[in-house]
C-alpha cells in the first residue's frame, strides 16, 4: 500500500475520520462515530476509537501513516460553555507607564458567554523591585486566591522578555502552569496582548491533558509520524507548539473545512457554506485564499489571527416556529438540541394512519411555539429546514441529506393542513425566512470583501450543503457549487493541512536587517512546529498604517507536496474567467505572458456614455494560476516581464509607476510571481524596501527563469 494521510475532526456531535491516499489524494476510508464527551478520557477516547477502526477496516498498516492531523471544537467549546481555568496575571512595569500598566494588565473576569466568565486574579510588581522573594510573594498571593494558570506580563517585554521568562521558570518550578505574553505576540500593546495570553493560559490545563493523551495513544497504535493538530487559520502544529499556544486551535473546525474546499473546488471568489445540524459557518474566499481576522473572545480582539467566519443558527436540523397560524422563524433550536428525529428521514410506516400537529419547547426556557408532527404511535418528529429543503427538490436523490420523500410529503401535507395552505406552500415559507437571515450575511461579505456578485459562486460543504446552498443562490440569483466530498470536508482539510506558523512585530520603517531577522526567526519557528525545512515557504509583509513587520510560513510535514488540481485550463477558457472575474462583457482580452504556474492577461473595454457622444476606456490586469483560479485582479494595472539578468528593467518599471510629489516618492503596488509562488510586495512603502525584500526572495532563484510582475497605483 502506498502512503496514507489521515485526518480527523472532532465536532459536538460526531467524530469523522478520513485516510487519503498521500499519491492520489483519493479517499480510500472513512468513518464517523459520537463524540465522546461523557468519557472518562474525554474526545480523546474518541480519537483512539475511530483511528482504530479507521485502520482496521481500511488495512492500514501503522508504517503506512506519513501524516495525521486533528481538528478539534474543544477549545472553541470551553470557551462558550467557560469550561476554563482560572488564571492569575502576574504583571510588572515601571516609570510613566506604571499606572496605565496596572489597569491593562488587569482584564478582570472577561464574559465568554451569558453568565459564563473566565475568571482572573491580578498581582502588580515594579519592574525595578523584581526579585526571588518577590517572584515567590506573588505566586503565593495568585495561588492563595485559587489561581490555576500564571500569566506573566510586562510592559515592552517584546524588547526584552527576560523578567516575564524569569516568572514563568519560576511557576514551573512550583508545579503550576504558567506562559508569557511574549510567547503569544511580538506586537505592542500590553492591553490586548495580556488579554490573548490570558485567554490562551486558560486553556492549557484542558487542551493540554487531551492533546497529550491523544498523542499518546498515536504513538501506541505504532505510527511513527508526529500527531498535528489544526489551528485556526488554516494550517497545523505539533502537539508540543499545542502545549504553548492552545489558543490558536480556536475556531480550527472552521478552518478546516474551507481549507478542505480550496483543495478539492476550483474557486477564484466565492462564499464557502458548512452546513451542519446546528449551525451554518460562513467564509469568504477572494483572489483563491480564505480570509483572514484578528479573532475575538468575549467581544474583545486578540493577537489571534484566524478564518473570518460569521455563524448563524440555520441549518439542516433547525426547527420551525409557528405563532397564530403562521410560519415566523426557523431556528436557532436544532432537531438535535430538542432530541427529536427529523421528518424527513422518518420510515413509510411512522408517517401511516393520523398525524396530529403539537407544539413545543426544545429547552425548558424556550417558547412553546416549536412545530413538530405526532404520529399514530405518539412519537414526536421535527419540522426542519431539511425537510423543506428536501419536498422542494433541492436535495439530489444521491445526497447525504436526502430523506424518504413519501413521508416527508405525509409529514408536510399535515402542517400544510393545519396551517389553510400546501404542503409546498408551507416548505416555501419556511425556506423563505431561513434563506432571509443567510441573505443578510451575505450581502454584509459581498461588501465588505468587495466581491463581484456575478463573478462569485457559493460553495457548500458539510452534511446539510445541499439544504441550504442550491436554494440560496437561486434566491440571490447566482452561482453555486456543493464541494465534493460535503460531508467530510472538514476532516479532508485537516488530512491535507499545511504546517503553517505567523510572526509579527511592532517595526517602524524596517530595514533590510529587520526583514533578514524576522526571515531567520519564522524559519526556525515553522521547523519547531513539524515543517520539514526543505518545504519551507516564507511571505513578508508591511503595514505601514499599524507599523507592523509580518511573517507567514508554510510547509509540509514530508519532502513531497503534490497540487490536487493539477491539469491546466486552455488559454480559451481562461479568457472566460477573466472576462467574467473583471465584468467586462464586450471587453478584448489577450495573454501577455506565461511562466510556470502563471498566466497573465489584460482585458480591455470601451464603454459609450451620452448617447454614443462620449466614450471611456478602461483596462485591467488578471494572473490566473494554471487551475483557471484568478489570484489577482488590477484594475488600471501594469505588467513586466524580467529576469535576475535584468533586475534594472524591474527598477525602471517602479519608477516608471512612482507617483512623485513635493513631499515624498509613492511607490506603486507590485506582487512578484515566479515559479510558484507569489509574492506579495504591497505593504512596501519604497522602492529600496521593494527592491531589498525582492533581492531576498530572489536569491535562490537561477538567473534564467522568467518573472513577472504586476503593480498598479
Known amino acids: 500500500m502506498s502512503k496514507v494521510r489521515i485526518g480527523i475532526d472532532v465536532g459536538g456531535t460526531y467524530t469523522d475520520a478520513v485516510a487519503i491516499d498521500n499519491d492520489s489524494y483519493e479517499i480510500i476510508g472513512k468513518l464517523k462515530i459520537p463524540t465522546t464527551h461523557n468519557a472518562k478520557e474525554g474526545v480523546s477516547k474518541g480519537i483512539v476509537i475511530i483511528l482504530k477502526e479507521l ?209 478539492y473546488e476550483k474557486i477564484s471568489d466565492g462564499i464557502f457554506f458548512e452546513v451542519g445540524g446546528t449551525s451554518i459557518d460562513i467564509s469568504v474566499i477572494k483572489n483563491g485564499s480564505v480570509m483572514l481576522k484578528n479573532a475575538e473572545v468575549g467581544g474583545h480582539k486578540t493577537y489571534v489571527t484566524s478564518l473570518d467566519v460569521r455563524t448563524l443558527g440555520i441549518a439542516g436540523g433547525s426547527m420551525v416556529i409557528v405563532e397564530e397560524g403562521k410560519i415566523t422563524d426557523v431556528g436557532p433550536r436544532s432537531a438535535h438540541i430538542a432530541d427529536k428525529a427529523y421528518e424527513c428521514f422518518a420510515s413509510d410506516t411512522e408517517m401511516e394512519g393520523d398525524l396530529s400537529i403539537e407544539y413545543i419547547s426544545p429547552l425548558s426556557d424556550d417558547s412553546n411555539h416549536y412545530v413538530v408532527v405526532e404520529n399514530a404511535g405518539h412519537t414526536q418528529y421535527a419540522y426542519t429546514l431539511a425537510g423543506a429543503a428536501n419536498l422542494l427538490g433541492y436535495v439530489p436523490e444521491e445526497d447525504y441529506a436526502h430523506g424518504n420523500e413519501q413521508a416527508n410529503k405525509k409529514a408536510w401535507e399535515a402542517l400544510g393542513n393545519h396551517l389553510g395552505v400546501t404542503a409546498k406552500d408551507a416548505a416555501r415559507e419556511v425556506m423563505n425566512v431561513a434563506l432571509k437571515k443567510v441573505q443578510r450575511i451575505v450581502d454584509a461579505l459581498i461588501q465588505e470583501y468587495d466581491l463581484n456578485k456575478d463573478f462569485s459562486v457559493l460553495v457548500g460543504g458539510g452534511g446539510s450543503a445541499s439544504v441550504v446552498t442550491p436554494a440560496l443562490a437561486e434566491f440571490l440569483d447566482m452561482k453555486f457549487q456543493i464541494a465534493k466530498n460535503a460531508p467530510y470536508i472538514s476532516t479532508i482539510g485537516v488530512a491535507l493541512a499545511m504546517v503553517r506558523e505567523q510572526m509579527e512585530r511592532s517595526v517602524i520603517n524596517p530595514t533590510e536587517q529587520d526583514i533578514k531577522q524576522i526571515r531567520a526567526d519564522i524559519f526556525d519557528k515553522i521547523v519547531k512546529s513539524g515543517a520539514n525545512e526543505e518545504t519551507v515557504d516564507i511571505s513578508i509583509e508591511v503595514d505601514a498604517q499599524k507599523n507592523i513587520l509580518r511573517a507567514i510560513a508554510t510547509g509540509s510535514t514530508e519532502l513531497r507536496t503534490k497540487d490536487l488540481t493539477s491539469k491546466e485550463m486552455s488559454v480559451e477558457a481562461m479568457e472566460k474567467v477573466v472576462t467574467d472575474s473583471l465584468g467586462h462583457e464586450n471587453g478584448v482580452v489577450r495573454k501577455l505572458a506565461s511562466a510556470n504556474r502563471w498566466h497573465v492577461f489584460e482585458s480591455k473595454q470601451e464603454k459609450k456614455k451620452l448617447f454614443g457622444l462620449m466614450k471611456s476606456k478602461n483596462s485591467a490586469i488578471a494572473v490566473l494560476d494554471r487551475e483557471g483560479i484568478v489570484r489577482l485582479k488590477a484594475q488600471n494595472g501594469y505588467f513586466q516581464e524580467f529576469n535576475k539578468q535584468s533586475l534594472e528593467i524591474f527598477e525602471e518599471f517602479i519608477d516608471e509607476h512612482t507617483i512623485y510629489s513635493d513631499a515624498n516618492a509613492t511607490p506603486p503596488k507590485v506582487y512578484l510571481f515566479f515559479k510558484e509562488k507569489m509574492l506579495d510586495l504591497t505593504g512596501l512603502q519604497s522602492k529600496e524596501q521593494i527592491l531589498s525584500l525582492a533581492d531576498l526572495e530572489l536569491d535562490m532563484v537561477n538567473e534564467d527563469i522568467p518573472i513577472l510582475a504586476v503593480c498598479y497605483k
Request: charged share 30%.
Open 55 to 263: 485502520m482496521k477496516e481500511n488495512n492500514i498498516k501503522p508504517e503506512d501513516v506519513t501524516f495525521i492531523s486533528h481538528g478539534t471544537t474543544q477549545a472553541t467549546n470551553a470557551l462558550l460553555e467557560g469550561d476554563v481555568a482560572k488564571v492569575g496575571v502576574f504583571a510588572l512595569s515601571t516609570g510613566i507607564d506604571k499606572r496605565g500598566a496596572i489597569k491593562d494588565t488587569n482584564p478582570g473576569n472577561i464574559e465568554l458567554a451569558d453568565n459564563r466568565y473566565l475568571r482572573t486574579e491580578h498581582y502588580f510588581c515594579d519592574s525595578n523591585e523584581l526579585s526571588e522573594k518577590r517572584m515567590e510573594e506573588g505566586l503565593d498571593e495568585l495561588i492563595k486566591k485559587e489561581s490555576e494558570v500564571i500569566v506573566a506580563t510586562e510592559s515592552y517585554s517584546i524588547e526584552d522578555p527576560t523578567k516575564e521568562r524569569s516568572i514563568v521558570k519560576k511557576a514551573h518550578e512550583r508545579g503550576l502552569y504558567a506562559t508569557g505574553g511574549y510567547e503569544i505576540s511580538e506586537l505592542y500593546g500590553l492591553k490586548m496582548r495580556t488579554r490573548t495570553a490570558v485567554v490562551n493560559a486558560s486553556l492549557i490545563p484542558k487542551m493540554l491533558e487531551t492533546a497529550e493523551m491523544t498523542d499518546q495513544s498515536v504513538k501506541s497504535s505504532g505510527i511513527d509520524s508526529s500527531l498535528m493538530i489544526m489551528r485556526c487559520d488554516g494550517g497545523v502544529m505539533n502537539v508540543n507548539e499545542v502545549r504553548k499556544r492552545p489558543i490558536l486551535t480556536m475556531l480550527s473546525g472552521l478552518a478546516a473545512g474551507v481549507a478542505g474546499a480550496l483543495m
